[in-house]
């Protein structure tokens, strides 16, 4: 059965500081991978996706990037964080065909920008 | 664009009482449509789905039709517990090379006993 895992759970960071939360996903290969966030009081919003290896593309300019070293392996970085980068950072996985995949998601990484 | 509009929260009700959540929707061409839960402290996980106008989705006594002819599709359960407090998440799907999902913003539910 697959798998998805995320870390930390938590995490809190200077302003400034650099960032990198890891995902990885088992018992599937070649999968879509996302980021998402979601902040205090609003919905989730996608960050970045990845279709494979080395390709990633951002939904929304912004503090953040992404790389995929590895198959099943994505991870959200940033070289110096702000204030509103705080929020509930979620990673999810799906396969890639058909029109109504659905999106399997971690448990999610509470990141809190002090 | 596509967008997802639903419900205000957040939503109280006594164990036992009848739920719903409405839940709109703007979109090109056919989008699969779903509900997304989240429990205290997790990432969400999909309580039900319908792909094509008409289809109900169904799971833990939760129901939803797929209404293209209002662009709806309402989350509902006749009897909640305790249990099914959380947040829940309209969302709307295309495929495009990846799965491109938009999701509400969310409405939270909390069960009284």
């Known amino acids: 059965s697959q798998t998805i895992h995320q870390w930390p759970a938590t995490l809190v960071q200077p302003v400034g500081s650099p960032l990198s939360l890891e995902c990885t996903v088992e018992g599937t290969s070649n999968p879509n991978l996302y980021w998402y966030r979601q902040a205090a009081g609003r919905g989730l919003q996608l960050l970045f996706y990845s279709v494979g290896i080395g390709q990633i593309s951002s939904e929304v300019p912004q503090n953040l990037s992404a790389s995929r070293p590895q198959d099943r392996q994505f991870i959200l970085s940033s070289k110096k964080l702000l204030l509103s980068d705080s929020g509930f950072y979620l990673c999810?996985?799906?396969?890639?065909?058909?029109?109504?995949?659905?999106?399997?998601f971690g448990s999610g990484t509470q990141l809190s920008v002090l | 664009g596509n967008s997802v509009t639903q419900m205000e929260g957040p939503v109280t009700l006594s164990e036992e009482a009848f739920l719903t959540i409405n839940c709109t929707y703007t979109a090109t061409g056919y989008p699969s449509l779903f509900w997304y839960v989240q429990y205290p402290g997790e990432g969400l996980q999909l309580l039900l789905k319908a792909t094509k106008a008409d289809d109900k989705g169904s799971n833990k006594g939760f129901e939803a039709t797929y209404r293209k002819e209002t662009t709806s599709f309402h989350l509902e359960k006749g009897s909640v517990q305790v249990s099914d407090s959380a947040v829940y998440f309209c969302?709307?799907?295309?495929?495009?090379?990846?799965?491109?999902?938009?999701f509400g913003t969310g409405t939270k539910l909390q069960v009284i006993p």
């Open positions: 999810a996985w799906s396969l890639k065909q058909g029109t109504n995949e659905k999106l399997f």
């Open positions: 969302a709307l799907g295309h495929s495009g090379g990846y799965q491109k999902v938009t």
